[in-house]
C-alpha cells in the first residue's frame, strides 16, 4: 500500500465517526422536542423528519470508514486481521443497508416529526431492522475480534486495550437497548454506537500508522540501523 493510499485511510477511519456523532447531535438539538435519551438516531432519518439526509449521509460516512478499517486489518495484521476485517466489513454493508430503507416516525416523535402508522413503508421497517441488526452484532463482533487479533503483536497491544475497553462500554450498552424498555433507549443505543465507532476510529488510525510499518520493518531486519540503512 501505498503512503498516500494509507493516508487517505487513516484520515476516513477518523472521519467516519467524528461526522457520524457531530450528526446526530446537531440534528438533535435541532429539533425542538427531541429527547435523545428515548429517541434513536434511527428516527433522525426517518420518513417525515426534517433534515433526514443529513443524517444518511452521516452514515454513509460512518459505513465507509468501517470499510476502511476492515482494509487496514488485513493489510497490517495479515491473516489475524481476517475475521475483523469482515466484521467490519459487515458492518458497514448493514450501515448501507439501514442508511438506503428508512424506518418512520411514531408517535413517540410527534412533537418534532410527521408520524405515520405502523403500516407505512412495511418493506423499508423490515429492511432497515435486519440492517440495524447486522450492524449492531458486526460491530459488537468486531470490537471482540480485533483486540484477539492485535494481542499478540506489541506493535497493536495498544488497540487491543482500547478495544477491551470499548466493549465494556458497548455490551451493557447494548443489553439494556435490546432489554430495558423505553427508558433512556436512545441513550443506550448512542453509549453503544459511539464507544465502538471511537474504537473503528482509533484501531485505524494506528493501524495505519507509518510508525508502526517503520518499526515492523527494523524487526524484519535487525541489523538494520534505525533510518533503514545497513
Do not use: N
Not at 432519518?45 to 459505513?63: F, I, R
Amino acid at each position: 500500500m501505498t503512503t498516500s493510499g494509507r493516508g487517505w485511510l487513516r484520515g476516513l477511519v477518523v472521519v467516519g465517526p467524528v461526522v457520524f456523532t457531530a450528526d446526530w447531535l446537531v440534528l438533535g438539538r435541532s429539533h425542538p422536542g427531541f429527547r435523545p435519551d428515548r429517541e434513536t438516531i434511527s428516527s433522525l432519518s426517518a420518513h417525515g423528519a426534517s433534515g433526514w439526509p443529513v443524517m444518511v449521509l452521516g452514515q454513509l460516512v460512518l459505513a465507509a470508514s468501517f470499510l476502511a478499517v476492515a482494509v487496514l486489518c488485513l493489510r497490517r495484521l495479515g491473516r489475524p486481521g481476517l475475521a475483523p476485517a469482515v466484521l467490519f466489513g459487515l458492518a458497514a454493508m448493514g450501515t448501507l443497508q439501514l442508511s438506503a430503507f428508512r424506518t418512520i416516525c411514531t408517535p413517540v416523535d410527534s412533537s418534532w416529526c410527521t408520524p405515520m402508522p405502523r403500516s407505512a413503508f412495511p418493506h423499508q421497517q423490515w429492511a432497515h431492522g435486519v440492517g440495524t441488526g447486522v450492524a449492531f452484532a458486526a460491530l459488537l463482533l468486531a470490537g471482540l475480534a480485533l483486540p484477539g487479533a492485535a494481542r499478540a503483536d506489541p506493535r497493536w497491544r495498544p488497540v487491543a486495550v482500547v478495544g477491551t475497553l470499548a466493549e465494556l462500554v458497548a455490551v451493557p450498552s447494548l443489553a439494556w437497548f435490546l432489554y430495558a424498555g423505553p427508558a433512556l433507549h436512545g441513550l443506550a443505543e448512542k453509549s453503544f454506537l459511539t464507544s465502538l465507532a471511537v474504537f473503528a476510529g482509533y484501531a485505524g488510525w494506528t493501524l495505519g500508522s507509518p510508525e508502526t510499518e517503520a518499526t515492523a520493518r527494523r524487526q524484519a531486519a535487525p541489523g538494520l540501523r534505525r533510518d533503514g540503512h545497513p
